[in-house]
C-alpha cells in the first residue's frame, strides 16, 4: 500500500490531535482493463519523453481468461521484440482466473509481442500464443485463455512433424488450447508426457520428452503410429489430467523436409463459463473438427463418445457433419471425450481426453 506525500501529511496531521481515526481503504482485485504500452524510438532518443494512448494509436482486444475453480490465481508475462531482439526478459504478473479484461496494446508495426498465461501463479509451464504485430487500431477479435478442451494437438508455433531422409522428428505440444495457436508442453513436473513410435506394430523407440521425439526409420514406405500418453498432476490441474492419443499414418524415403500426415481434432464446446463449466442440465452443442498440419483436410471418419466416470464406461454420440449435442448424466460432475477421425488418405487420430470439461 502506498500514499501520496499530501495523504500522508494530513493523515499524520489527524494522528496528531489524538482522536481515534478511521481509515476506510478500498480496492479493484481484478482490474476490467489493463494497458500493454511500449513505446519505441527510432534513432536518437528524442528530448520530449511524453506519450499519449488514445484511439490513434492502440489497438483494443478482450481476452477472456478461463480457470479451473472460482478464486484461483494465475500468472501473465507479456515478451516485447523490437526487430533487433533475439531474446526478451519480463517478470510475470499474477492474474485472477476466471475473469475478462479488455487489453490496450501501443500500435508499433516492427514491435512483436509473444503472450504466455500460466494456468497456476505455482505452474512452472504456461501457454504461449504465437508472435503477434499489432500494427492497426482495428479492434481485434476476443481471445480465450486456457479454455477447454485442452489436448495435444499439431501446433505451426511449435514446430512441424516432418521427415528429412530416413529420420522422423515427432513434434506435438502436450496441452494445446481450444485456441488456435495456443499450446504449451509438459514440464516432466506438475504433468508428465510419454510417446512412443511403432513401425508396423514393432516399437521404434521413446520420445526424448512427451511429444518430441527424433527416429530412424526405414526407407521403405511403412505404416506408423506414435502413441502420447500425458498427465496433470498437480494440486491445481482440474481439467484434462490424463490424454491418450494414437496417431497413425504413412511414410517413405524424402529428399526434402516433408510434413507429416498427422491429424488433430479441434474441439468447440459451446456454453462454457469462465471456470470451463457447462449446464448439467440442458445439452451441450459439440463442434469437432479435423485438420491436419497444413490446417485443413476432409475427414473420411468421425465418431465421439462421453464419459462421466474417468472412462471407466463410455456412450457414443451421434456425430453429423462435425457436430453433436451431449446430454448429461445426473451427479455427474466432469465430462470425459473419446473422438476416433481419420481422413480420406486412411491417416487416423484416436484420442481420448478425461475430464474434458466441468459441469455445474
Not at 501520496?4 to 493523515?11: C, I, K, P, Q, V
Not at 504461449?128 to 486456457?146: C, K
Amino acid at each position: 500500500m502506498i500514499a501520496t506525500g499530501e495523504e500522508g501529511a494530513h493523515l499524520a496531521g489527524l494522528l496528531k490531535t489524538g482522536k481515534k481515526i478511521t481509515l476506510k481503504l478500498g480496492s479493484t482485485p481484478a482490474s476490467p482493463y489493463v494497458y500493454n504500452a511500449m513505446f519505441p524510438q527510432s534513432g536518437a532518443v528524442t528530448a520530449n519523453q511524453t506519450y499519449r494512448l488514445d484511439g490513434c494509436n492502440t489497438a483494443k482486444l478482450k481476452a477472456r481468461y478461463y480457470g479451473g475453480a472460482a478464486g484461483r490465481t494465475g500468472m501473465d508475462t507479456l515478451y516485447a521484440y523490437r526487430p533487433w531482439q533475439r531474446f526478451s526478459i519480463d517478470t510475470a504478473k499474477y492474474l485472477p482466473l476466471g475473469t475478462a479484461r479488455t487489453e490496450y496494446y501501443y500500435v508499433s508495426p516492427d514491435t512483436r509481442t509473444w503472450h504466455v498465461v500460466y494456468p497456476d501463479w505455482k505452474a512452472n509451464v504456461g501457454q504461449w500464443s504465437p508472435l503477434r504485430t499489432f500494427d492497426t487500431t482495428a479492434s481485434e477479435p476476443a481471445e480465450d485463455w486456457l479454455r477447454q478442451v485442452v489436448r495435444p494437438a499439431a501446433s505451426e508455433e511449435y514446430g512441424a512433424s516432418e521427415r528429412s531422409g530416413d529420420q522422423l522428428t515427432m513434434s506435438v505440444p502436450e496441452f494445446g488450447a481450444s485456441t488456435p495457436g495456443h499450446y504449451a508442453y509438459a514440464d516432466g513436473v506438475n504433468d508428465t508426457g510419454n510417446g512412443k513410435l511403432y513401425a508396423d506394430g514393432q516399437l521404434v523407440g521413446d520420445s526424448l520428452i512427451g511429444g518430441y521425439g527424433v527416429f530412424t526409420v526405414p526407407a521403405a514406405k511403412t505404416s506408423y503410429r506414435f502413441v502420447l500418453d500425458a498427465q496433470r498432476r498437480a494440486e491445481w490441474a482440474r481439467y484434462s489430467t490424463s490424454t491418450h492419443t494414437e496417431w497413425s499414418f504413412s511414410s517413405a524415403h524424402t529428399d526434402t523436409r516433408t510434413a507429416l500426415s498427422l491429424l488433430s481434432v479441434d474441439y468447440d464446446v459451446r456454453g462454457l463459463d469462465l471456470l470451463n463449466r457447462a449446464d448439467s442440465h440442458g445439452k451441450v452443442k459439440l463442434g469437432l473438427a479435423v485438420r491436419d498440419q497444413a490446417g485443413s483436410v476432409r475427414a473420411g471418419a468421425l465418431k465421439a463418445w462421453v464419459s462421466y466416470d474417468d472412462g471407466a464406461s463410455w456412450k457414443e454420440v451421434k456425430v453429423r457433419h462435425g457436430r453433436a449435442e451431449i446430454g448429461h448424466a445426473k451427479g455427474a460432475e466432469f465430462v470425459s471425450l473419446r473422438v476416433q477421425a481419420s481422413d480420406t488418405a486412411g491417416n487416423r487420430i484416436d484420442q481420448t481426453v478425461l475430464r474434458a470439461y466441468g459441469l455445474k
